[in-house]
């Protein structure tokens, strides 16, 4: 297995160090089905804000869920080795349910991060009640407009179902 991919007893005792050396968490989270540049860059911004970043990625069961019976394209082994590949990625667990929120809880990221397609109002409202119950900082990233995994696919259908393409 791949050495950034955790479970949540090990993000906790990385936490832990990371915490008596001085150091502070970003949690975010999303599906990254297709990584395109706009998930590379968000990460990026994310993993400025403080000293590690760790990254909730949905499960296939989860994506699901929210997305519809056809996603995702990527399974969550895959998905999860792309994303631990980046270099501002520090580590990645997968997680089952439609929110994070439970592991949101045990961990207490310093920062919780979501993309800029997001507001205050937006995000997941029990996330946000969790992280503003222990003091955490919650960023607002802004994105790339149009920059969606939806547009990635839109963009290769109409590639392959256009003969004159």
């Not at 990371?18 to 089905?33: L, M, P, Q």
């Not at 207490?108 to 009640?129: C, H, L, M, S, W």
Request: proline share 4%.
């Amino acid at each position: 297995m791949n050495d950034k991919i955790k479970t949540l007893q090990e993000l906790l005792a990385i936490r832990d160090d990371a915490r008596k050396a001085g150091k502070r968490v970003v949690w975010t989270n999303g599906c990254y089905d297709i990584l395109h540049a706009g998930h590379v860059l968000y990460l990026e911004k994310a993993r400025r804000l403080r000293d590690l970043l760790f990254v909730g990625l949905n499960s296939d069961a989860s994506i699901r869920l929210t997305k519809g019976p056809l996603r995702p394209i990527v399974h969550e082994d895959e998905r999860a080795i792309v994303i631990s590949a980046l270099s501002c990625v520090d580590y990645v667990i997968i997680f089952q349910e439609d929110s994070p929120v439970s592991i949101i809880q045990s961990l207490e990221p310093d920062v919780y991060a979501k993309g800029g397609d997001y507001t205050i109002d937006t995000i997941n409202q029990e996330e946000r009640r969790v992280v503003e119950s222990y003091g955490g900082e919650i960023a607002l990233l802004p994105g790339i407009a149009g920059n969606s995994t939806t547009a990635v696919i839109n963009k290769i259908l109409r590639a392959y179902n256009d003969p004159n393409s």
